[in-house]
């Protein structure tokens, strides 16, 4: 199947700080690629749709300005949380959508001290 | 209308035995449904998927059961091993090709040797 890319794996920032998360298709063009964050045992929580060449399609009750993506490249996209705060502390999941199939990345596992 | 509802929430099964993985959602214009693996800190992995104009769909040991009356639909483990002992999610999604996911509760399953 195809392969997409996350990096970094895990990442520890300093609250008040931003940290930006990496999405990539590694052997496929996404046009489309979906974020999601996970909380331990629970399940998967769609954040935001990420369309190439135009503006992300977020959830209701996901805040646009504090987790901002930006998918410039039809292999890239990125997460950035702005202004990280212990609670944003959690493991971000990214996903691409080849033909009609959608694979997931690895995740990232974000801790804000 | 948006829900999938997966169940049991974890499953332990012994090894060499049939691990059965229900879910049932209310919205009829899902046209896609697939079944992802996950293992603890990594992202999901697709093991099978299923469109509705067929009720059922094996790879390997892994066969998806689709019930479109009943609107569920469920995956079926023969001979689990424990190497299968994972985090099993099941989806859903509407629209050509596979849009955004709506997600299962998930179900941890435990395969004892």
Redo the contacts between chains.
């Keep these: 199947?195809a392969v997409?890319s996350?990096h970094p794996s895990w990442v520890i920032c300093k609250s008040g700080t931003s940290v930006k998360i990496e999405c990539r298709s590694l052997d496929f063009q996404a046009t489309t690629m979906?974020w999601y964050r996970q909380f331990p045992?629970?399940?998967?929580m769609?954040m935001a749709?990420s369309n190439e060449g135009s503006k992300a399609t977020y959830e209701q009750g996901v805040e646009k300005d504090k987790f901002l993506i930006n998918h410039a490249s039809l292999t890239l996209s990125t997460l950035t949380v702005t202004s990280a705060h212990p609670e944003d502390s959690s493991?971000y999941?990214c996903?691409a959508?080849e033909?009609?199939?959608?694979?997931?990345?690895?995740?990232s596992?974000l801790t804000v001290v | 209308q948006q829900q999938v509802k997966q169940s049991p929430q974890s499953l332990i099964v012994q090894k060499g035995g049939i691990s059965i993985i229900n879910c049932a959602y209310e919205n009829t214009a899902f046209d896609y449904f697939p079944w992802y693996q996950q293992f603890p800190g990594k992202g999901p992995a697709l093991l099978i998927a299923i469109r509705p104009d067929v009720s059922e769909k094996k790879e390997g040991r892994f066969t998806i059961s689709f019930n479109k009356s009943a609107k569920q639909f469920s995956l079926h483990i023969m001979d689990s091993q424990p190497g299968d002992s994972a985090t099993y999610f099941c989806a859903a999604s509407k629209g050509q090709g596979a849009q955004k996911l709506v997600f299962g509760q998930g179900t941890r399953l435990t395969i004892n040797p």
């Design positions: 199947g997409v996350q979906f045992k629970q399940s998967l769609l749709t493991f999941i996903s959508r033909g009609n199939t959608i694979y997931f990345g690895e995740g596992w």
